[in-house]
């Protein structure tokens, strides 16, 4: 039976966590061992985690600051031991299908390099309607959509060993700055797409609860309001930016050289005018993100990409 490893990151979450939590150690046809993260909760989440903690040997708890989503995900990734066959990401209001850790393991087991499986999710509300799937037509999971914009969502993602090797290693860590702007599932799936592949499922075995205290859900902005933020909040800027020379720098040596190129070309754009000038050109780039070039454009010269 495969070994996983269910990674959970909690932040007053009392509200739906038993009902997930009871989803995961449910599982059929593995063996789960649930890893939680509390980031900095002030309601009854951590005395629901430690009811779990006394009565399952299988489920550890870890506590600490409270560093955002995106870092607190990752903090679980670098603290999880590299001998499980898969892992995996869950957050801590939706509803598990029984087999869904089982389908990421068959979809992954042949697999010997970096690999990702990643699947649909059936949309239901905070009563558990079903809502219909999320997604109508197979995801793009191309290493340039991930990083213009980003379809995968990290709770239903799974990954092999040779992933998280890569993805646990010091010496291709993400900043905290980057986890800020493009969190976890961008980072694991860019990195898998990057270095390995990625496996997409059209099905989906999730629940996906659409409620008012979501930490991170189904939003819909228009690229307006994206500049508007972006244009007031620094920290908020250059997050595709810093994306691909992020990845250039941790895992250049991995990749191949015409992605290698690109991801240099985007992460140093804003050094020279001519740079910029350069960046106009990249179809592909707003063909992905959904903008018009002129938009694009603008986005570019003021160094907002």
Same mark, same amino acid.
């Given at each position: ?73 990752? %903090? ?15 957050? /801590?209001? %939706? ?73 646990? %290693? ?87 050289? %015409? ?35 002129? /938009? ?10």
């Amino acid at each position: 039976m495969h070994k996983v490893a269910v990674m959970v990151s909690t932040y007053n979450g009392e509200r739906f966590l038993r009902e997930q939590i009871d989803c995961i150690l449910a599982q059929t046809g593995v063996d789960i061992h649930l890893y939680i993260r509390d980031d900095g909760s002030s309601d009854s989440t951590i005395s629901i985690i430690n009811e779990y903690v006394a009565g399952h040997e299988n489920v550890t708890l870890f506590q600490g600051q409270n560093l955002g989503v995106g870092s607190s995900f990752m %903090d679980l990734v670098y603290r999880v031991p590299n001998d499980y066959d898969f892992y995996a990401f869950a957050d /801590q209001d %939706d509803n598990w299908l029984e087999s869904k850790m089982r389908k990421g393991a068959e979809a992954l087991v042949n697999e010997e390099g970096p690999a990702l499986y990643c699947s649909n999710q059936i949309l239901v509300d905070k009563d558990k309607n079903r809502l219909g799937l999320r997604h109508k037509e197979a995801l793009d999971c191309s290493w340039m959509q991930i990083m213009c914009d980003n379809k995968i969502s990290g709770c239903t993602m799974v990954w092999n060993r040779k992933l998280q090797e890569l993805l646990s %290693d010091p010496k291709r860590r993400p900043s905290p700055q980057l986890l800020a702007i493009r969190i976890h599932d961008v980072w694991v799936g860019m990195v898998a797409a990057t270095t390995g592949k990625i496996i997409y499922d059209k099905d989906g075995y999730i629940l996906y609860r659409q409620h008012e205290n979501n930490v991170v859900g189904v939003r819909k902005t228009s690229h307006f309001a994206e500049y508007k933020k972006k244009l007031k909040k620094k920290q908020l800027r250059c997050g595709r930016s810093m994306l691909a020379s992020t990845i250039a720098e941790k895992f250049g040596d991995l990749l191949a050289p %015409d992605v290698l190129a690109k991801m240099e070309k985007y992460g140093s754009y804003k050094k020279s005018i001519r740079r910029k000038f350069s960046m106009f050109g990249e179809k592909e780039v707003y063909k992905h993100t959904g903008e018009t070039a002129l /938009q694009f454009r603008l986005k570019v010269l003021l160094g907002l990409f």
